[in-house]
């Protein structure tokens, strides 16, 4: 158990500095890129969290937030290249 709050925390630390690069990125591009982080470790730390409360449920929500993040991946890229192929 010492594993997972070590890991719920260095994913936590590794939000903060996502959440700071989101706020403060140059580009739109380093948004893009600091949003689809901070969604994907927010994932993260629900699956940790479902691993340390012994949840089977949780691993439905985390596949099915997977799927939905790649797709909003593929549309952050798209619309930070102006909808070109």
Do not use: C, N, Q
């Not at 969290?49 to 439905?60: I, K, Q």
């Amino acid at each position: 158990m010492i594993l997972i709050d070590l890991a719920i925390v260095l994913v936590a630390l590794s939000l903060l500095a996502a959440v700071v690069r989101l706020v403060r990125g140059p580009s739109d591009a380093d948004r893009g890129l600091a949003g689809d982080l901070v969604f994907f470790g927010f994932v993260a730390l629900v699956a940790l969290v479902g691993l340390r409360a012994d949840s089977e449920v949780v691993f439905d929500v985390v596949l099915v937030a997977t799927l939905v993040g790649f797709l909003a991946s593929l549309s952050i890229a798209r619309l930070v290249t102006g909808g070109k192929r």
